[in-house]
């Protein structure tokens, strides 16, 4: 099926440093969505963005809706331990589908 | 407020038993899927529901079939398990009446089929 580029697939980054991630894609979308999935844990949603341009925080957590509607980007500042995880987007098409991301990996050492 | 609930949390079956999964929300959310999970899969839609009463095939139906006899509750069934249905299965629930698209997920159901 039909995944969206996110990139960077992983990586390692030391505890304090800011974090950067992206998603693309070929369709323009209404809605994008964050998630963090943990291990053995559903994901779950951090962000939501609704219109072009747009840019929401949650915490320390800052994602923006791209102005072409066919990308994304997720900033964490500031890591820490508990960021560890594997964090993907996912673009609204339509009115009901959503299309994932292939997730970035994020690994924090202490 | 519960969110999304999935039970069971695990479970193993033998080829050709059947199950049923069960997926309840609390938000009012009109629209409900089935996803699965695999390694370098990413998540996979199975079936889907717009309302209550509907039901609709999603990417990957094949072996599964879904209901939606009320608006709270999406069952995904099994009827004759196979190996290639063993994955994790996520519920998720989005759209809300008021104009919401989030979707939110629910802690999934480690499957395997032995």
């Known amino acids: 099926g039909q995944q969206l580029n996110q990139s960077p697939q992983s990586m390692f980054i030391q505890e304090g440093e800011d974090v950067s991630m992206n998603c693309t894609s070929s369709?323009?979308?209404?809605?994008w969505l964050w998630y963090k999935q943990d291990p053995g844990e559903g994901p779950v949603l951090l962000i939501a963005?609704?219109?072009?341009?747009e840019l929401t925080s949650n915490g320390r957590l800052t994602a923006q809706f791209g102005i072409t509607r066919k990308d994304s980007f997720l900033n964490i500042s500031a890591s820490i331990p508990s960021d560890v995880g594997i964090y993907f987007c996912a673009g609204r098409s339509g009115t009901y589908k959503y299309i994932f991301g292939t997730g970035t990996r994020l690994k924090v050492l202490a | 407020n519960a969110g999304v609930t999935q039970t069971p949390k695990f479970r193993v079956l033998k080829t050709g038993q059947s199950m049923t999964l069960l997926c309840a929300q609390d938000m009012n959310h009109e629209y409900m899927y089935w996803y699965r999970q695999d390694p370098g899969m990413g998540l996979r839609l199975i079936h889907y529901?717009?309302?209550?009463?509907?039901?609709a095939k999603g990417e990957v139906p094949d072996g599964y079939n879904v209901s939606r006899l009320k608006k709270q509750n999406f069952l995904l069934g099994l009827e004759s398990a196979a190996p290639s249905q063993t994955s994790v299965y996520f519920c998720a629930s989005s759209y809300n009446p008021g104009g919401s698209y989030e979707q939110y997920f629910g802690p999934g159901t480690r499957l395997t089929v032995t």
């Open positions: 369709s323009i979308f209404n809605t």
């Open positions: 529901s717009v309302g209550e009463g509907t039901t």
């Open positions: 963005l609704y219109k072009a341009g």
